[in-house]
């Protein structure tokens, strides 16, 4: 029985023909690519599983490819594999999305137990997406509701959590404001424009910002 599937983008051969067959041994699905270009072109839209991006690739390096995989992809674990070791390396990876960091060279038995660890969660994510009528996601700055995923950026999630946490009352721009406890430059106008940004979003799930005037904002549903 299949455990998932994992993509691996990767230009050494030797590396992807060891991975592959140690993973499928295992009884994932596996699809590879050697480039950016390859990846591009070649890869399922579809796609739900994990992927091992390199980053030193010919052309267009692994960095580029995961923060394109972000940009659509909020759930899928990303580990970056590379040679670069240097802590700052290593934080440019996880900042540009991934989820782990695996140095070359590596142990296959290391590799599998945090793909197993990241494919749990990734089941279990995948589980709430599926059966949860409506669900906070601050970890990817999205909610879920009646099995649709409503993604957002995290500014305007912290104004979503705060409407839904008050959506009996109306919530005060300078309420919303207080939300913000690490960001002296946000005020009532940044407000207004991450709500104006909210309604377009969240119409598609059938809720919709409410202006009280006087008063504020306030969630409701159509």
């Given at each position: 029985?299949?455990?998932?599937?994992?993509?691996?983008?990767?230009?050494?051969?030797?590396?992807?023909?060891?991975?592959?067959?140690?993973?499928?041994?295992?009884?994932?699905?596996?699809?590879?690519?050697?480039?950016?270009?390859?990846?591009?072109?070649?890869?399922?839209?579809?796609?739900?599983?994990?992927?091992?991006?390199?980053?030193?690739?010919?052309?267009?390096?692994?960095?580029?490819?995961?923060?394109?995989?972000?940009?659509?992809?909020?759930?899928?674990?990303?580990?970056?594999?590379?040679?670069?070791?240097?802590n700052d390396e290593i934080l440019t990876g996880?900042?540009?999305?991934?989820?782990?960091?695996?140095t070359k060279p590596f142990s296959l038995e290391?590799?599998?137990?945090?793909?197993?660890?990241?494919?749990?969660?990734?089941?279990?994510?995948?589980?709430?997406?599926?059966?949860?009528?409506?669900?906070?996601?601050?970890?990817?700055?999205?909610?879920?509701?009646?099995?649709?995923?409503?993604?957002?950026?995290?500014?305007?999630?912290?104004?979503?959590?705060?409407?839904?946490?008050?959506?009996?009352?109306?919530?005060?721009?300078?309420?919303?404001?207080?939300?913000?406890?690490?960001?002296?430059?946000?005020?009532?106008?940044?407000?207004?424009?991450?709500?104006?940004?909210?309604?377009?979003?969240?119409?598609?799930?059938?809720?919709?910002?409410?202006?009280?005037?006087?008063?504020?904002?306030?969630?409701?549903?159509?």
């Open positions: 029985m299949s455990s998932g599937k994992i993509c691996i983008i990767e230009d050494e051969k030797d590396i992807v023909d060891a991975l592959s067959t140690y993973l499928e041994m295992k009884g994932y699905e596996i699809s590879s690519f050697n480039t950016a270009e390859d990846f591009y072109q070649n890869h399922d839209n579809e796609f739900k599983g994990l992927y091992l991006v390199d980053w030193n690739l010919p052309g267009e390096p692994g960095i580029n490819i995961i923060s394109r995989i972000r940009q659509k992809d909020k759930f899928s674990p990303i580990f970056m594999v590379s040679a670069y070791s240097k996880l900042k540009a999305g991934a989820d782990d960091y695996i290391e590799l599998h137990a945090r793909i197993e660890n990241a494919q749990t969660k990734y089941a279990h994510i995948n589980n709430e997406i599926d059966s949860s009528e409506f669900k906070l996601l601050p970890e990817a700055s999205a909610f879920i509701k009646e099995g649709k995923t409503v993604n957002l950026t995290q500014r305007e999630f912290i104004i979503f959590e705060k409407l839904y946490q008050e959506k009996s009352d109306p919530v005060t721009r300078e309420d919303l404001i207080s939300c913000f406890k690490n960001d002296e430059k946000m005020t009532v106008r940044n407000i207004d424009v991450h709500v104006f940004s909210l309604r377009k979003k969240i119409k598609e799930v059938e809720l919709y910002i409410d202006t009280v005037w006087g008063k504020g904002y306030k969630l409701l549903e159509y």
